[in-house]
């Protein structure tokens, strides 16, 4: 058995050891006084015979003295005990556990004493392994890898702020909430506006440096108040490696796109200058054959300087992602909504569009012409990976409650799926599993979805189909 092991067993034996003193404490008082009161009521009735049924009706008055004499004494006892109990207990009560009761083995308050001091000694060492475990505790939390602010929402005092933190924000101590407004001038009120279970993100500036933040919190009563847990995590790294990762894809993409359109008119254009070159070199005119290569190739310079310009818009329209305006929206309404729009397409490609069963009585917060956009991707999506299929072609939507403040849309089909290597390609800009496919659809609704603080997760089977999950805030 570990050390923990161990402390955590002499703690839960101490309270049934403290139970056992007071059972014995209380056993051997009721018994003292019991015998007191038997010992009265004999010399009672003693008394009684002796003065009303006997001529000895002097050694009478003695009993009766005798009886007065025993009852005084019994009530001296309890009063004492009562009084000493009193005394311990308001020790207890004021964590004062100085004070020490003499144990005199032929005394008849030894018992009493015993226990008192074996109850004193318990306490006391129950506060010491207290103190222990609270010590033990405000090690583990300052000396935790995770910054920690705890404080009560109401007066805005801080009850707690390890290390990690003060490090974060390059503060010695923090009393107020209010005073972070020195690191960040939004910083306070968006620490208190955080709702339980939401993981938010910030960035703040700390030496000159960017700083993204992710941030959790919870609430939690301790002694009768509400107080709030923030914990914060430095994902700045994080991002940076992503983002560098992110670029280079990007840059991949946009340098077999330049180049796929680059080379082609870069050859054609010097073929077309060595063409004229040549006829004036010789001083001649242009046969018919090559005024025919000289128009085949112009005409693709011009479809080819199109598509690069096409390609150069769908790169603003990536970059260009309007603000949503956030609203709550029925989810039963988007989804009649995208039923009838590709109402036809579905028939005319026998497709089964299935839609949740039953009353769906859920809102999202999202903009509604931006979730729209969403949906119809992924519908376009799922309709083309079925394209090739003659049969057994489908399209489900399924909404389902995830926790308090999640809505989950998800949009599966029995399409060719995507194959494993691509999956993390997906939602890279202009990277695209079709031949005539942009490759910005996705990445658009990836970056759509952030904004409304949701996200889309893909999972996929080649052969048989992908599903699409949109995580709404509801």
């Not at 910054?147 to 003060?166: R, T």
């Not at 085949?296 to 970059?319: A, G, M, P, Y």
Request: net charge neutral.
């Amino acid at each position: 058995m570990d050390s923990t092991n161990k402390l955590n067993a002499v703690s839960s034996q101490r309270p049934i050891q403290t139970l056992r003193r007071k059972a014995i404490l209380r056993k051997s008082f009721r018994f003292k006084v019991a015998l007191r009161l038997v010992a009265i009521c004999l010399l009672g009735i003693l008394t009684i015979f002796l003065i009303f049924s006997s001529p000895y009706w002097l050694a009478g008055i003695w009993t009766a003295l005798a009886t007065v004499a025993l009852f005084y004494e019994t009530v001296k006892y309890v009063d004492q005990s009562e009084r000493k109990l009193t005394s311990f207990l308001q020790s207890l009560k004021q964590n004062d556990f100085s004070v020490t009761f003499a144990e005199n083995y032929n005394s008849d308050e030894y018992d009493l004493h015993h226990a008192f001091n074996a109850l004193n000694d318990t306490f006391k060492h129950l506060r010491s392994e207290k103190e222990s475990q609270h010590q033990l505790l405000q090690v583990i939390v300052d000396y935790a890898a995770v910054p920690l602010i705890c404080f009560d929402e109401e007066n805005d005092k801080v009850f707690l702020i390890n290390n990690a933190a003060k490090n974060l924000f390059d503060i010695q101590f923090l009393q107020k909430m209010q005073s972070l407004w020195r690191v960040d001038r939004t910083l306070p009120d968006f620490l208190k506006k955080i709702s339980d279970g939401e993981k938010s993100s910030y960035r703040i500036v700390m030496k000159g440096k960017p700083v993204f933040l992710s941030v959790i919190s919870r609430h939690f009563v301790f002694r009768g108040e509400k107080l709030k847990l923030i914990a914060l995590t430095d994902v700045s790294s994080e991002l940076t490696a992503r983002e560098a990762e992110a670029w280079q894809k990007l840059l991949r993409v946009l340098t077999h796109e330049i180049s796929n359109s680059a080379i082609p008119l870069s050859t054609l254009s010097s073929y077309i200058y060595e063409m004229f070159n040549k006829s004036e070199a010789e001083n001649r005119n242009l046969e018919a054959d090559e005024r025919s290569d000289i128009l085949e190739s112009l005409r693709t310079i011009d479809q080819r300087s199109k598509s690069l310009k096409e390609f150069v818009h769908n790169f603003r329209s990536v970059n260009q992602v309007p603000d949503p305006t956030l609203m709550h929206i029925g989810v039963t309404e988007l989804i009649n909504e995208i039923g009838n729009l590709f109402a036809q397409h579905f028939i005319k490609e026998n497709i089964d569009f299935i839609r949740p069963t039953g009353y769906i009585d859920q809102t999202i917060f999202a903009d509604r012409n931006l979730t729209m956009q969403v949906l119809i991707n992924l519908i376009k999506n799922a309709m083309e990976s079925m394209s090739n299929f003659k049969d057994r072609k489908q399209i489900v939507i399924s909404v389902e409650r995830e926790g308090p403040k999640y809505v989950n849309i998800s949009i599966s089909d029995t399409g060719c799926g995507i194959e494993g290597d691509e999956l993390d390609q997906i939602f890279v800009p202009f990277y695209s599993t079709k031949k005539s496919g942009s490759g910005i659809g996705l990445s658009i609704s990836q970056q759509i979805m952030q904004k409304q603080k949701g996200n889309i997760i893909v999972s996929s089977t080649p052969g048989r189909g992908s599903v699409f999950t949109l995580n709404f805030m509801a």
